[in-house]
Nanobody, 116 residues
């Protein structure tokens, strides 16, 4: 079983930057997809960015060019750099992990708040 430990997030003014980190703990596979989703109040959870085991990256709408995901397989972790943040980026951000043979795992969520 895999657990996800998140850190980072917080409060920032529009145009600012934040960083999120997520470490997978347990029976971790380098073949797993890892990444981040977010959920704003009253909205559905949506993809921010995710990376496959071979390094292929998929970005959600509106974040490519501002957000950068990096993966460290030696540390079973992913880090997300968020730049040029907008108020519309305000949401709870959830780390995501899914091995090819398993169910998706989610972190507990970390809050990002961007003021105008």
């Amino acid at each position: 079983q895999v657990q996800l430990v998140e850190s980072g997030g917080g409060f920032v003014q529009a145009g600012g930057s934040l960083a999120l980190s997520c470490e997978a703990v347990g029976s971790v596979s380098n073949l797993a997809v890892m990444g981040w989703y977010r959920q704003a109040p009253g909205k559905a959870r949506e993809l921010v960015v995710r990376v496959t085991g071979d390094g292929s990256t998929n970005y959600g709408d509106g974040v490519q060019g501002r957000f950068t995901l990096s993966r460290d397989n030696a540390k079973d972790s992913v880090s997300l750099q968020l730049h040029n943040l907008k108020p519309t980026d305000t949401a709870d951000y959830y780390c995501y992990y899914k091995a090819p043979w398993g169910l998706p795992r989610w972190g507990q969520g970390t809050q990002v708040t961007v003021s105008s």
